[in-house]
């Protein structure tokens, strides 16, 4: 296939990228100037896939590094890299935003641009690791030493593919796979294509270990290893879920055997119509119970875990009490609002359920049993005591309604920075009076989860 059409979409226009080379320039240079003039021991380093050329067109966020000496004391690290980024900001006219990785970071928009600056250890191999972030020079170093020319444009084009089919990106929100992971990939593989037709033959723990470290039993239990050429002791792939790695294996294989392949390097056209969506779950004739309440303001790779272990305890809770849950998610504008969706195949039950004792053969169990609940009341079932009893919440809602009390929120595992609000704020909505664009973007993929993934 002729990938020239598809590259010039998605490749940073000329324009764009002598304006980031020029911006990047100018920041380093002050930085490291600003280093030399104030006797501060450091070396400013570009990093990241504008320093590996390969960033997608519109995505060429600068990521600057300022790496101090091993022995520097980690308070002085932390507070000089911020004081040095503050002072950028006030050379360049911008604000700065705190992060919170290893340690503080200031993010910050310059002239147009996403710049993240970011203070690190200056180590020469991953034994000297002092903080999670002090590989990425060293990431840097390693894919443009050895991503042949013109694999670049490879990358940009797996990169693509799996930003199409919702498998790019390892924050938590995605679980999908880095961009770091993706040069290696075709650094491994070669191009795109082959990297797609190896994809489809992976198994549960497949590994890739470019240096031959042999540490892969290290890892047992991931998806996916790939041997850190920086790092012995890493597994880029970490972040990776199997559910993503499998998506991606199943988009590959669509791709291989499909005639419209143009199509997977762009978002899937979707007319995201109120009323036709809200029509579809009428017709799935499910009972539907969205919750919604306020979130606090947190890091998102913190609030989307939180999240998601909410949603499952949710529906772990509500299985347990023999409510049935078909599907459920969770969406949120990531600034004010959350909803936690669950779409239930029951949410209303008979008023008494069968309290299953112990095995008739068990003889204390039995006289403990009975005397509890009244020898005239008991009866078997298959070789159990059982009885009858008055079930506590026939109605899902009023389970949920239960738990989320001071009281009984302690009843599930919440997410811990989420409790509070969840007490204080939540609501029971009708998903029809959310008017927020991307979630209805969440609702059509509630609705069809595999759209992404073919074409």
């Not at 006797?39 to 300022?66: C, M, P, Q, R």
Request: aromatic share 10%; glycine share 4%; charged share 30%.
């Amino acid at each position: 296939m002729d990938y020239e059409l598809i590259l010039k979409d998605i490749k940073p226009t000329v324009e764009e990228k002598r304006h980031i080379d020029d911006v990047s320039s100018r920041l380093m240079n002050f930085l490291q100037k600003t280093c030399d003039e104030k006797g501060i021991d450091a070396k400013v380093t570009l990093v990241g896939s504008v320093a590996k050329n390969t960033a997608l067109k519109g995505k060429s966020d600068i990521d600057i590094f300022i790496a101090f000496p091993l022995d520097t004391d980690k308070q002085f690290l932390k507070q000089t890299g911020l004081d040095l980024a503050h002072i950028c900001c006030d050379e360049f006219g911008s604000t700065p935003e705190h992060h919170f990785a290893s340690h503080p970071y200031v993010t910050t928009d310059i002239e147009g641009c996403e710049v993240d600056i970011v203070p690190c250890y200056q180590i020469e191999d991953g034994s000297q690791l002092k903080s999670a972030v002090d590989r990425t020079i060293l990431h840097t170093r390693y894919v443009k030493a050895n991503l042949a020319e013109g694999q670049e444009d490879e990358v940009l084009l797996l990169k693509r593919f799996m930003a199409a089919t919702g498998t790019y990106g390892s924050e938590f929100k995605v679980g999908g796979f880095a961009g770091y992971l993706c040069e290696l990939l075709i650094i491994h593989y070669g191009s795109f294509e082959n990297t797609l037709k190896e994809a489809i033959n992976w198994k549960h723990g497949h590994s890739i270990d470019l240096e031959n470290y042999n540490t892969s039993s290290l890892f047992k239990g991931d998806p996916l290893i790939v041997i850190d050429p920086t790092d012995m002791n890493r597994n880029v792939a970490a972040a990776l879920r199997l559910n993503k790695m499998a998506e991606f294996i199943q988009s590959a294989r669509n791709y291989i055997f499909s005639d419209n392949k143009n199509d997977y390097f762009y978002p899937l056209k979707r007319n995201l119509n109120k009323e036709d969506i809200l029509d579809e779950f009428s017709k799935r004739n499910s009972d539907l119970i969205a919750v919604r309440f306020n979130i606090p303001d947190m890091p998102l790779d913190t609030l989307h875990p939180q999240l998601k272990k909410t949603c499952e305890a949710l529906e772990r809770k509500l299985n347990e009490n023999e409510f049935n849950v078909f599907k459920a998610d969770y969406w949120s504008d990531e600034i004010l609002n959350a909803v936690i969706l669950l779409e239930m195949a029951s949410s209303k039950l008979n008023d008494i359920k069968v309290n299953v004792g112990p095995k008739v053969f068990i003889n204390k169990a039995c006289e403990n049993f009975t005397a509890k609940y009244g020898r005239e009341n008991c009866y078997i079932q298959d070789d159990f005591l059982v009885h009858m009893q008055k079930r506590e919440f026939s109605q899902a809602e009023d389970l949920l309604k239960y738990v989320f009390t001071q009281e009984h929120i302690g009843l599930i595992k919440v997410g811990k920075n989420l409790k509070k609000t969840i007490i204080k704020s939540h609501e029971f909505i009708d998903i029809a009076d959310v008017g927020n664009e991307n979630f209805l973007e969440f609702l059509d993929d509630f609705i069809n989860p595999g759209q992404h993934i073919v074409r």
